[in-house]
């Protein structure tokens, strides 16, 4: 199983930024996918941005154009830039991983085999 470590989180008025950051304990170029989740309580986990082996990135559409997801398999680290932060944004964030070769939804939880324990992001009006 991968360790997934993430940090970053924060609180910020509105319109501000953070950026997360996600220490994997294995290669990420052996990763076949990585993503963001976030949820918040009492509601389904949901994909923000994921990105591929190759580095080809997909996102929400609410996040399109504000938040930026990348990876770095030289120091084993996934990242997400969150710009123009909204109150809507505030959430627990996921890093997610799927170590296994295969089809898949990146937007949907059950696809990930490897999960961290997220980091909070409160967005204040």
């Known amino acids: 199983r991968v360790q997934l470590e993430e940090s970053g989180g924060g609180s910020v008025q509105t319109g501000g930024f953070l950026r997360l950051s996600c220490t994997a304990s294995?290669?990420?170029?052996?990763?076949?996918?990585m993503a963001w989740f976030r949820q918040v309580v009492g509601e389904e986990r949901e994909a923000v941005a994921g990105?591929?082996?190759?580095?080809?990135?997909s996102y929400k559409n609410s996040v399109k154009g504000r938040f930026t997801i990348s990876r770095d398999d030289g120091i084993n680290t996934l990242y997400l830039q969150m710009e123009r932060l909204e109150p809507e944004d505030t959430a627990m964030y996921y890093c997610?991983?799927?170590?296994?070769?295969?089809?898949?939804?990146?937007?949907?939880?059950?696809?990930?085999?490897?999960w961290g324990r997220g980091t909070q992001v409160t967005v204040s009006s």
């Open positions: 997610a991983a799927i170590s296994y070769r295969g089809g898949w939804n990146w937007m949907a939880p059950i696809a990930y085999n490897n």
């Open positions: 294995t290669s990420t170029s052996d990763l076949s996918y």
């Open positions: 990105i591929s082996q190759s580095g080809l990135p």
